[in-house]
Structures are given as structure tokens and as C-alpha cells.
């Protein structure tokens, strides 16, 4: 099971994530990411969690496998 | 930081056991990486270096350089095997020179002071200001258009950044001439090589005696950038002394830069007219043109990091306390990662780019940089039918470490 792991103090709202994954990420009204999806993710949604991830500028976002 | 997933690039880099000699065991190689030929042109000299090794030790500098993709990234993301300390890389002396900054510094007080920087340049404070951003660069574009043989850095992208900086960090409009020159001299500091700097020293000096000046409440703008780094000192969040060299990182990190990225996206649009065309075509490639303009033309070519232990990247092992160079613009153009790695390709959108920086010390002001630049392009695009070369480009090769345009004559003809 895997599950996404914010940063919640190292985003500054670039946006990559929802770029590249925007049914996983999301800005907010104030500008900082927010995650879409229940977690622990769906194994059909793992791929483009990692994807978004992998692209964050800061870092912010991991996906993590196991409990 | 040994928690990693499997995903996690930080799995390149293996905790050594043991400490090995102090032997350098990645391919060596007699280079000087800072010679003018070199700087103005870097990507035969990254080549070379990245096919030899994903980490090649310069004995002439006594520094191990990160050439390819993968290594280039985890180094990144490991602050605390890699670090950005400045008395760690550079040497107490030019540390001292450098002061406590964003750039020259690791958590925790690297977050502190950087947090003061993104609170005015994240993009969500970034939004207010689009429409001034974009109004100015029309302006600067109509009169480019109008003029319609010009030369690009001058008329266009020196003065985007540096007109917008100046207004938000709130400087008086006197004595702003310093602004360019003093923030390229000041790069200079980056280099290891300290005796190169001593011609330029006193231009170093009066560039930092212009920020210690401005770095005061009587001449800024109230409602300014500096005035907020002046507020963060009386509210306790950060310490007197770091008010100084916030300033500067401003002014140092948020012009040149810009101006270059912007120039070299010019650049890449003039020379590469199916790309221009496919703009036009499609204005939402704005943003995938910006990424790969920086890929393949980033203005910092490398990033200077310290080993706090012996570690292995790659193959290789870096002993513990050496300096490392991370070459962002060799792992950019890694060909075991981008395809055809050598070629502008608008549709590429390479957003994994190590251009800005990534992790923690990503650029902090890249939300400013990608605003002003693509404010400029979108004129452009309105206001421009063709876009061509209209004589030799010529690149910067004095500034080490950082990549650049000094002559950029292209033609405009308007829609």
C-alpha cells in the first residue's frame, strides 16, 4: 500500500504536481497543493502519484511504499 | 535520510562504512573549468566530462564534479550529506565575504531566511502582481516592435528584471545603473578560485557598500520587498544580521538570472523557427518552451556543495569535507535522461529539469523569473508576425560557474 507524503512547509505552490498528475493534485484557494485522493492510493493511481511527485521543484512530495 | 523509498533518486548515494583513503577513485581529468573558452561554451567540456565518469575529479581544483542525471539529483535532495554551509565550500574567508544567505546555508536557518524570500515570491503572492508584470513588458515589447532591429539583452531583457526587481525590493530610482554589473560582479564570489576575483574587488566592494546602503528603512519603499526583510528583523523572525545579506540575495540572484533565461529563450525561439512557429500556433507552449529553454540554456551552470562524510555517489567515493561541484548543466543535457539531449525541443516540457536548482535550495524566485519571462514571450506573441537572427550572438565567458548572452541582435516584424 502506498500513500503520498507532503511537506506541507516546503510547498510554495509551483503548481508542477497538478501539471503533470491533476487528478492526484491540486492547488488550493490559498495556493499550496492539496491531495484529491483518498489514501493509501489506489495501486491505478500510484503511477501518477509518483509521477507529480518526482517533479516537484522543492521536494515537497513523496510517495512511500508500505504501512 | 537512509528512509528512502525505492523510487527515491537518494538511492543512488550509499553510506560508505568505512572511511576509505583519501585517494580520489573517480575517473581524473586536468581541466580548468573556469578558463573563458570553457565558460562561454560549456557543453564540450560537460560531454567530455559526463561520458568519462557520473562523478570526475578536477585535480587542478581539487574538486569532484557531478556530471550526470540521476547523481545530479540526489546530491541535490541530501542537504545533509551535501552541503551548501559556506564555510564548508568555499573556505572561512570567502564565506565571510558571502555571508548567512538562502544559498550559503543548510536547515535550520536556512528555512528561516528563505522563508522570508518565498513569502514575497512564491506564486501565490506572485498573483497580484501579473497584470503590472505583463503591462510592462507590452510596453517594453512595443517599443522593441517598433524599432524593429534590436539588440535583444539591452533593449529587452536587462530591463524586464531589472525594472521589476527594483520596484518590488522598493529601491529608489537613483543609482540603479549599479544594479546589473554589481549583481555579475558579485557572482564572481561563487567561484572557488579566489584569485580570479582580485581585479574585480573593488567593484565586489562598491556593490556591497550600494546593498548595505539600501538595506534602510529612509530609502526603501514602505510597502516593498526590503522593507518586509527589515520588518522580519523587528518581529525576532530572523536576526539582525541577516537582513544584509538577504538583500543581496535579491540583488544578486534575481537579475542576471533572469535576464539570461529570458535571453536564451529568445535566442532559442530566433534560431529555431518551426519552434517559433509552433508558438504561434500554440501560445499554451509558453510553459514547455520556458522549461526547455532553461534546459538546455540554464545561466547556472553548476551548484557548489560540501560532503559532511565519505559517501559514494555513482561508483565513486567523495571523501568527507571536499567540494563538490554539481553540474546542472551537463545532468540537463545527460543524455542516459533526455533524448536527443543537445536539441531545442518546444514540445519536450522537461519539468524534472535541473536548471532552478531542486529540493531544498530550488531557486526560490523561480515563480518571479517564469512570470517576467513569460510575460515578455506573450507580448511577443501578440505583437510579432516573424522573429529572426539578425547577426552573431555572442555568449558571456567572464562570469565562472554561469552561462549567459552578452549580444543578442534579432529582427522583429510586427503582426
Known amino acids: 500500500m502506498s500513500h503520498i507524503e507532503l511537506d506541507r512547509e516546503r510547498c510554495e505552490g509551483h503548481g508542477t504536481c497538478e501539471q503533470i498528475a491533476p487528478n492526484i493534485y491540486q492547488l488550493d484557494d490559498e495556493g499550496l497543493v492539496s491531495i484529491l485522493v483518498d489514501q493509501p492510493l489506489p495501486d491505478e493511481l500510484v503511477g501518477a502519484a509518483e509521477a507529480g511527485a518526482r517533479v516537484c521543484p522543492l521536494a515537497a512530495l513523496r510517495v512511500v511504499d508500505g504501512s | ?415
Not at chain 2, 551548501?84 to 544559498?103: F, H, I, K
Not at chain 2, 516593498?224 to 539582525?240: F, H, M, P, S, Y
Not at chain 2, 518552451?289 to 557548489?304: C, H, I, K, N
Not at chain 2, 514540445?347 to 510575460?375: F, S
Request: aromatic share 6%; hydrophobic share 40%; charged share 25%.
Open chain 2, 1 to 415: 535520510m537512509s528512509t528512502e523509498s525505492d523510487s527515491h533518486p537518494a538511492d543512488v548515494l550509499v553510506d560508505v562504512e568505512r572511511a576509505p583513503s583519501t585517494r580520489a577513485d573517480a575517473p581524473e581529468i586536468d581541466l580548468d573549468i573556469f578558463r573563458e573558452d570553457n565558460v562561454g561554451n560549456p557543453h564540450p567540456m560537460w560531454a567530455t566530462m559526463r561520458e568519462l565518469g557520473s562523478v570526475v575529479y578536477l585535480s587542478a581544483s581539487d574538486t569532484w564534479v557531478i556530471t550526470r542525471y540521476d547523481e545530479a539529483r540526489a546530491t541535490l535532495a541530501d542537504w545533509r550529506t551535501f552541503s551548501s554551509a559556506s564555510e564548508r565550500v568555499y573556505g572561512e574567508e570567502m564565506a565571510a565575504l558571502l555571508g548567512e544567505t538562502a544559498l550559503t546555508t543548510d536547515p535550520p536557518l536556512h528555512d528561516k531566511l528563505r522563508g522570508v524570500l518565498s513569502e514575497k515570491t512564491a506564486p501565490r503572492a506572485l498573483k497580484q502582481l501579473t497584470e503590472q508584470v505583463m503591462a510592462h513588458a507590452d510596453e517594453l515589447v512595443a517599443e522593441a516592435v517598433e524599432a524593429g532591429s534590436i539588440e535583444a539583452m539591452e533593449k529587452l531583457c536587462q530591463r524586464m528584471p531589472v525594472d521589476t526587481v527594483a520596484d518590488l525590493i522598493g529601491l529608489p530610482e537613483e543609482g540603479r545603473e549599479i544594479l546589473l554589473p554589481g549583481g555579475e560582479r558579485m557572482l564572481l564570489t561563487f567561484s572557488p578560485h579566489s584569485d580570479r576575483l582580485v581585479p574585480g574587488m573593488p567593484s565586489v566592494e562598491e556593490f556591497a557598500n550600494y546593498i548595505v546602503t539600501m538595506t534602510n528603512r529612509e530609502v526603501l519603499r514602505p510597502d516593498g520587498w526590503g522593507t518586509a526583510i527589515l520588518d522580519a528583523v523587528d518581529d525576532g523572525r530572523i536576526r539582525q544580521q541577516d537582513a544584509v545579506p538577504l538583500m543581496s540575495s535579491y540583488l544578486i540572484a534575481g537579475m542576471g538570472t533572469t535576464v539570461h533565461t529570458l535571453g536564451f529563450y529568445l535566442n532559442n525561439l530566433a534560431q529555431n523557427p518551426a519552434a517559433w512557429a509552433a508558438l504561434k500556433a500554440d501560445p499554451t507552449l509558453i510553459n514547455s518552451g520556458f522549461e526547455e529553454s532553461v534546459r538546455v540554456d540554464g545561466p547556472a551552470q553548476m551548484l557548489y556543495r560540501a560532503a559532511t562524510r565519505d559517501v559514494e555517489v555513482g561508483e565513486h567515493v567523495i571523501p568527507e569535507g571536499r567540494r563538490i561541484i554539481v553540474s546542472i548543466g551537463s545532468a540537463n543535457r545527460d543524455p542516459r535522461h533526455y533524448s536527443n539531449p543537445d536539441t531545442f525541443d518546444i514540445h519536450r516540457n522537461p519539468v524534472d529539469h535541473l536548471g532552478l536548482g531542486y529540493a531544498t535550495h530550488g531557486c526560490v524566485g523561480q515563480g518571479l523569473a517564469r512570470l517576467e519571462v513569460k510575460a515578455v514571450i506573450s507580448a511577443l506573441l501578440r505583437r510579432v508576425a516573424t522573429l529572426e537572427p539578425n547577426g552573431p550572438v555572442e555568449h558571456s565567458s567572464h562570469v565562472p560557474g554561469f552561462a549567459g548572452i552578452t549580444r543578442l541582435p534579432i529582427s522583429l516584424t510586427s503582426v
